[in-house]
């Protein structure tokens, strides 16, 4: 597992600082699955119009669900399964982003093996999470700019629940899925880039 | 009901007003009258419009407005497949949209389909379960490359020859 630090850079916007840093996983994850023709990718949101107009001349389609307004909504995970109603093998590309810090273990199980059968073998599988415990992180938006830099953008109409996990409590609710790379930055964010099978 | 009336059109709020990104069409659509199918009215069938349309009823079927702006209020209810040059979401929308400009989905709205688009902006808080494709311009670009390539690649040829200038010069 290769760990990277990188340099922390803060931005100020309207309302608030936004902590941003430059993806190297959205970059390796960009750069495969735009090599295979007619890409298909998932996103779980929250939903950025940023982040769609980055991935759309990469790729065919971009799928997105928004599972953070549905957990917001208080749907059970069964109802949440049933909107990604998907077929089996459909994406070559899943970016979960940090859907699984809103989700307690139970749930995150359920989802992730819904995950797997919705990959591609050899499909990708993108998910961040913060490195270090904080009390009730606000939830965020990952909007990627120019040159893979991403920026975490407040959304205030989300509050939801937040499950800390270490890097092995992660790799073990992942274990059907191959690790490429994991990194973290100095804006305390890790992010993580597994393989199907 | 069914009104054409500007005045009932400018009361809305400003996340109504059409895309000022060509000075010389939103001068001229202003002027435009809208149509507003009312919050009492259910259509179940084809709607063909040449002019901007403002939904706060319900609507089955399809619309097709090559040139227009479609407008979903925010308690519109429509299971349609539109065509139109723009559209803006505030209320419900399940179906596919295909749009030669621009789609915004407004933090209110409930999108579920297949879009179609140039340019896409949707505000945070809205519930979007989409597949979003990009229009490209595929015809221009097949166009162009014929003709940009093989002078690139004479200028590449060039520069790869030996170069005596390299040498030292006594």
């Known amino acids: 597992m290769v760990t990277l630090i990188e340099e922390r850079k803060v931005v100020q916007t309207d309302q608030e600082d936004a902590v941003t840093y430059s993806s190297r996983v959205m970059r390796s994850f960009v750069h495969r699955v735009a090599k295979k023709k007619d890409a298909k990718v998932l996103d779980m949101g929250p939903v950025s119009d940023q982040r769609i107009n980055f991935l759309i001349p990469h790729v065919k389609s971009v799928f997105v669900c928004d599972l953070f307004l549905q957990i917001n909504k208080g749907m059970a995970m069964p109802k949440i399964k049933k909107n990604l109603d998907y077929e089996p093998y459909s994406f070559d590309g899943i970016l979960l982003w940090d859907c699984l810090d809103r989700l307690d273990l139970q749930e995150t199980e359920v989802l992730l093996e819904h995950c797997s059968s919705l990959l591609n073998d050899g499909g990708h599988l993108c998910m961040a999470a913060y490195d270090e415990f904080v009390s009730n992180p606000p939830v965020s938006s990952f909007c990627i700019k120019k040159n893979f830099d991403v920026v975490l953008k407040r959304q205030s109409h989300l509050v939801l629940p937040y499950f800390h996990r270490h890097n092995r409590d992660i790799l073990h609710i992942m274990r059907n899925f191959t690790l490429i790379n994991s990194y973290v930055y100095r804006s305390g964010i890790r992010e993580f880039y597994f393989r199907r099978g | ?170």
């Not at chain 2, 040449?50 to 097709?64: A, F, N, R, V, Y």
């Not at chain 2, 162009?144 to 002078?151: A, V």
């Not at chain 2, 040829?157 to 030996?162: G, M, Q």
């Open chain 2, 1 to 170: 009901m069914l009104k054409k009336n500007r005045n009932e059109f400018e009361s809305y709020p400003n996340q109504y007003e059409l895309p000022t990104n060509n000075a010389t069409s939103s001068d001229s659509s202003s002027q435009k009258e809208k149509t507003v199918i009312g919050e009492l009215i259910s259509i179940d069938g084809t709607v063909r419009a040449k002019e901007d349309l403002i939904i706060q009823g319900s609507l089955k079927g399809s619309m097709e407005l090559e040139k227009n702006h479609a407008i979903i209020g925010p308690k519109g209810n429509v299971e349609a497949d539109i065509a139109a040059e723009n559209i803006t979401i505030c209320g419900k929308m399940n179906g596919n949209a295909s749009v030669k400009g621009k789609v915004e989905i407004t933090h209110e709205a409930e999108f579920v389909g297949q879009i179609k688009t140039k340019r896409i902006a949707i505000e945070d808080g809205a519930y979007v379960k989409a597949t979003i494709e990009m229009v490209r311009d595929d015809d221009k670009r097949d166009k162009q490359q014929p003709t940009k390539r093989p002078m690139e690649a004479v200028v590449v040829n060039k520069k790869n020859e030996p170069t005596p200038a390299k040498t030292p010069v006594s």
